[in-house]
Nanobody, 123 residues
Framework: QVQLVESGGGSVQPGDSLRLSCAASGGTFSRYSLGWFRQAPGKEREFVAAIAWNSASVYSNSVQGRFAISRDNVKNTLYLQMNSLKPEDTALYYC?????????????????WGRGTQVTVSS
C-alpha cells in the first residue's frame, strides 16, 4: 500500500513562494505518474500539475509559468515549487500517484492520495 504525505504548506502574502513536498512510501515510486491537485472551500477538486516517470509534465492554465512540478526518484519525493502566489491559489493541496505511467489531468484515475497541506495566500 502506497502512502503519501504532503508538507510545506503555510500562510504567505501575494507574490511569495512556497515549495510543497510529497513523501511516498510503500510502492515503486519511480514507475508512478504523479500529480498535484487542490481544493478550495466550496469548490471541486481541481488539477494543478502532473509529472510522468520520465519527468514529462503538464500544468493547468491557471498555474502555467508560475508553478513547477518535479520529482526525486531516489528520495521518493514529489515537489511543487509555487512562485508568484495569488489569493486564488488558496486551497488544500493534495498529491496523488497513479500506477499507470500515462499522466492525466483527471483525478479519477489516480490510485493513491495524500491528506493534503493547506496553502493560504492573503495580504
Amino acid at each position: 500500500q502506497v502512502q503519501l504525505v504532503e508538507s510545506g504548506g503555510g500562510s504567505v502574502q501575494p507574490g511569495d513562494s512556497l515549495r510543497l513536498s510529497c513523501a511516498a512510501s510503500g510502492g515503486t515510486f519511480s514507475r508512478y505518474s504523479l500529480g498535484w491537485f487542490r481544493q478550495a472551500p466550496g469548490k471541486e477538486r481541481e488539477f494543478v500539475a502532473a509529472i510522468a516517470w520520465n519527468s514529462a509534465s503538464v500544468y493547468s492554465n491557471s498555474v502555467q509559468g508560475r508553478f513547477a512540478i518535479s520529482r526525486d526518484n531516489v528520495k521518493n519525493t514529489l515537489y511543487l515549487q509555487m512562485n508568484s502566489l495569488k489569493p486564488e491559489d488558496t486551497a488544500l493541496y493534495y498529491c496523488a500517484a497513479r500506477r499507470l505511467q500515462l499522466i492525466t489531468r483527471s483525478a479519477a484515475p489516480y490510485d493513491y492520495w495524500g491528506r493534503g497541506t493547506q496553502v493560504t495566500v492573503s495580504s
